[in-house]
């Protein structure tokens, strides 16, 4: 009795639920969801190997679908990748709708590639690609990507770097000529005597601060640079000359640097180890400990030249305060202020570089320094006609400049 | 522990900030901890990230990491006086890669990207510009050109050379007073921290 009336219970729960179903879905219902999930597919699909790269990438383009019309009917086109032609395909990217192309820049430069594009409107996206829309849509393919020699888009700086470089090697043959180059004078740089000669007669000490930066940093070498000429100085008039470094690449060539200036100047002996020492590798410890040489050392003369960062502030203003005079030179723009209200010189940006070659009259140092000169003069000039040329509308100078990154 | 490690926070700020009244034995104990402390934790940080984590983790898969390799051994070379001379070598590839790889990025962004900024129409695309931004043009193309006359180093700044170039130096020094003025700000933020820490952390005192 009870298995009975389990059956017709079951009977009637099945009918139901049928005619429920007949209720909610119209007879051709599958018809209606597989046209609305479909959109017209992305023509002209092409995969080529990214131009212009150090490999790695493939380059993915189509013309969008003709339901691409900007109303919503595409949301967005799905890109797939697979390494043959008949798949599997994953998913390696996503791009909204109205744009036509694709940097895939995650391939192997020795794999072979085959790419699809779906375009996707709300319904795709919610049902899911299917496999036999993925076998209905087109394949781009085989490519492989691999790297390039040269990126022709950045041909300018090319150009540029050449003629520049060209300026430089002439004037630095002209310098080795023995022609004589004129450089104005420096401020700066001509307090360097000063500020030396000071120290010797007060007895005191001179400390050399080149900055927080590792030898990898051009304001570091030349910093090295000035480093010789002021241990040049300090060897012969005999006065000790302290380097604290936070570096210990630095403090290996500020040892060879100052050493080297001993020995040139025919003191080779008044050279210690201990001049140049290590401190600490941290930003604030390092300035911490500058501080606390500084006030109790008292020297008479303070350079800091090479970049320097949130510290500079704190070093400069403690040297002020003990009185010693101070020679300050870095291209950081934001230390600069800081630097220049309190400091008795300042080597500005570029002045930091120059210096080197103000102070040591090598041919090499001159040379390139006129070099960039010529430079500079070339860009002043390509600025004002670029400026007059764009002003009335003659022509786009400026993108003669254009950098591609 | 915790409260330890507060006081111990507490002891070192207040250590430090007592430099702002003069040297003193407080301030030296702080600073000596604070050198002692930072220069240990580069070694080992260092260590882990340059020697372990670049190196010896990449060891087998890139052989050029033995090239950087074999260069730090060779400065090494530094505590045998008889062959030290070999330890200038790593730091003339430093030196030398250092302003080789520079180069172009130096060139690009510091010469042509800027060049590009300053060639403009003065007047706006299609002489479109306000008022303002016209004054503005014309203050970014006139203090790019004196700002680079004073950079210019193979002429005496005399005439009206030299005019421009004092031009040039005053664009550039009101340009550092409004930097100066927002770092000053920002570095306020590092004070307002601390005291935070003082009088919120360690003493209760704001919430």
Redesign the interface.
């Known amino acids: 009795m009870c298995s009975l009336a389990l059956v017709v219970l079951i009977f009637i729960l099945t009918i139901g639920n049928a005619l429920a179903q007949e209720e909610v879905l119209p007879p051709d219902s599958t018809a209606v969801v597989e046209e609305a999930a479909y959109a017209q597919p992305v023509l002209n699909l092409q995969a080529e190997d990214k131009p212009n790269d150090a490999g790695g990438a493939v380059r993915v383009s189509w013309d969008v679908s003709t339901d691409d019309d900007g109303d919503g009917g595409i949301i967005g086109y799905t890109i797939y990748r697979g390494t043959a032609a008949a798949g599997p395909y994953e998913v390696v990217g996503q791009v909204p709708s109205g744009k036509s192309d694709f940097d895939d820049g995650n391939t192997a430069d020795s794999l072979t590639y085959y790419y699809k594009v779906i375009a996707m409107n709300d319904a795709l996206f919610s049902a899911g690609v299917t496999e036999v829309e993925m076998a209905l849509a087109t394949t781009a393919g085989p490519v492989q990507s691999s790297e390039q020699w040269f990126d022709f888009r950045?041909i300018?700086?090319f150009a540029?770097?050449l003629l520049?470089s060209f300026l430089i090697i002439f004037m630095i043959s002209r310098a080795k000529a023995g022609k004589k180059?004129?450089?104005?004078k420096?401020a700066g740089m001509e307090a360097v005597d000063e500020a030396v000669g000071r120290a010797t007669e007060m007895g005191k000490k001179i400390f050399y601060v080149p900055g927080i930066n590792d030898?990898?940093?051009?304001q570091t070498?030349a910093s090295m640079t000035i480093l010789g000429r002021v241990a040049e100085l300090a060897g012969q008039y005999d006065t000790w000359l302290e380097v604290p470094v936070c570096r210990s690449?630095v403090m290996?060539?500020a040892k060879?640097v100052v050493k080297e200036a001993y020995t040139k100047v025919g003191r080779p002996d008044s050279f210690q180890e201990n001049q140049v020492h290590?401190?600490?590798?941290?930003q604030?410890?390092y300035a911490?400990?500058i501080?606390?040489m500084v006030?109790?050392e008292k020297p008479a003369t303070i350079f800091y030249m090479g970049a320097f960062f949130?510290e500079s502030?704190i070093l400069a203003e403690t040297g002020n305060a003990t009185g010693a005079i101070q020679i300050a030179g870095t291209a950081m723009?934001?230390q600069?202020?800081?630097f220049?209200?309190s400091c008795d010189y300042t080597l500005?940006?570029?002045?930091l570089f120059?210096a080197s070659a103000?102070l040591s009259r090598e041919p090499k140092l001159l040379g390139s320094?006129?070099g960039q000169?010529m430079?500079?003069?070339i860009?002043?000039v390509?600025?004002?006609v670029?400026?007059i040329l764009?002003?009335f509308?003659i022509w786009e100078?400026?993108?003669l400049?254009?950098?591609i990154? | 522990m915790e409260h330890f490690g507060l006081w111990v926070g507490a002891f070192l700020t207040l250590g430090?900030y007592s430099?702002l009244y003069r040297?003193n034995a407080w301030?030296?104990l702080c600073?000596a901890i604070?050198?002692g402390?930072?220069?240990g934790?580069?070694v080992v940080i260092?260590f882990w990230d340059n020697f372990y984590g670049k190196f010896w983790i990449g060891r087998e898969e890139e052989p050029m990491l033995w090239v950087g390799a074999a260069l730090g051994v060779l400065?090494l070379c530094?505590l045998v006086p008889r062959i030290g001379w070999i330890?200038?070598w790593p730091?003339a590839f430093?030196?030398g890669?250092?302003?080789g790889l520079?180069?172009?990025n130096?060139?690009?962004?510091n010469?042509?990207?800027q060049?590009?900024?300053?060639?403009?129409?003065?007047?706006g695309e299609?002489y479109s510009a306000s008022f303002g931004e016209i004054v503005g043009n014309f203050v970014i193309?006139v203090g790019?050109?004196a700002g680079?006359?004073y950079?210019?180093?193979?002429?005496?700044?005399k005439g009206a050379f030299g005019a421009t170039a004092r031009l040039g130096i005053w664009v550039?020094?009101i340009?550092?007073?409004a930097?100066?003025g927002y770092?000053v700000m920002s570095?306020m933020s590092l004070l307002i921290g601390r005291i935070d820490f003082l009088l919120g952390d360690w003493l209760g005192l704001i919430q």
Do not use: C
Not at chain 1, 278 to 282: E, M, R, W
Not at chain 2, 115 to 123: A, C, E, N, R
């Open positions: 950045r300018n700086v540029g770097t520049l180059l004129f450089i104005r420096i030898m990898d940093n051009v070498i690449l290996v060539t060879e290590y401190l600490t590798d941290d604030f410890g911490a400990a501080d606390g006030v109790r949130a502030l723009p934001s600069l202020p800081f220049v209200a500005i940006g570029e002045e120059a103000y320094l006129k000169d430079g500079k003069a860009i002043l390509s600025m004002v670029g400026i764009e002003t509308g100078f400026s993108q400049f254009s950098v990154e | 430090i430099f040297d301030y030296k600073e604070f050198i402390i930072s220069a934790y580069w260092l400065m530094r330890s200038r730091l430093i030196v890669a250092t302003a520079w180069m172009m130096y060139f690009s962004s010469i042509m990207a060049v590009q900024s300053t060639i403009m129409p003065l007047l299609g193309a790019t050109f680079l006359i950079f210019y180093f193979s002429k005496e700044h550039i020094m340009t550092f007073g930097s100066f770092t570095r």
